[in-house]
């Protein structure tokens, strides 16, 4: 079975520009989060969604938003690029929304490598 | 809000002698914890989870960590390091019972000298 996939897995953007990273989480999965993950550092939660509704949200600016499809895959976007959004940017499946009793694991993609010059 | 901390962001050891990466959690409820393991340019692999059940988990690759709640504590051990285990490997605890939102560690490098 495939695992999560995460498009494309390197990019390179300047500064201003806008991005959207694209996730398909694993089969039967309806839960994707996003995670930034800066060079050297763990990973930062930035957003969840479940069932097409967002369910968490990090501490991020308004720069960033997602977005979850009927077939449960997300993209996230990312707007007027700052130097400091250059990292791993991570998307986890999960087949539970994470409420108290039902917390499954979550499956990781390879990430998306950003670049922003 | 919960927290982790992990005392290492380096740790060397011989091959075929004991690892043990350190993680402290901060919470006053005990909360689902997970130790994961990221090779270069690849994604998070989950290595084991303590959700509440057995206070000592295993987990793949020989790992195992131990729960100890007054310590607020959740260490990973390997009796015998391999050439292979050499990667970063995060701790992590699940925030608020209502979401996926994962809490992680800064993460601690593992190198295996031969």
């Known amino acids: 079975d495939a695992g999560v996939t995460q498009s494309p897995t390197h990019l390179i953007k300047t500064r201003g520009q806008q991005v959207t990273l694209r996730c398909s989480p694993i089969s039967g999965h309806k839960s994707v989060s996003w995670y930034q993950q800066v060079l050297g550092q763990g990973p930062q939660f930035i957003f969840q969604y479940y069932e097409k509704e967002e369910r968490g949200r990090g501490n991020f600016p308004d720069r960033f938003s997602a977005r979850q499809f009927p077939n449960y895959s997300s993209e996230l976007n990312v707007n007027a690029l700052l130097l400091g959004d250059s990292a791993l940017y991570l998307c986890a499946s999960s087949s539970s929304s994470g409420r108290a009793g039902s917390y499954n694991e979550q499956f990781f993609g390879p990430g998306t490598r950003l670049t922003v010059l | 809000a919960q927290s982790v901390t992990q005392l290492g962001s380096h740790v060397s050891v011989s091959e075929g002698a004991l690892v043990l990466l350190r993680c402290n959690y901060s919470s006053s409820v005990p909360p689902y914890l997970f130790w994961y393991v990221q090779y270069p340019n690849q994604g998070l692999q989950l290595l084991l989870k303590y959700t509440s059940a057995a206070t000592l988990v295993k987990g793949i690759n020989g790992f195992e960590a131990e729960f100890k709640k007054s310590e607020t504590s959740f260490h990973l051990t390997k009796p015998s390091a391999h050439m292979s285990d050499a990667a970063e490997y995060f701790c992590?605890?699940?925030?608020?019972?209502?979401?996926?939102?994962?809490?992680f560690g800064t993460g601690t490098l593992l190198a295996v000298q031969p």
């Open positions: 992590a605890v699940s925030d608020d019972g209502a979401t996926n939102k994962l809490i």
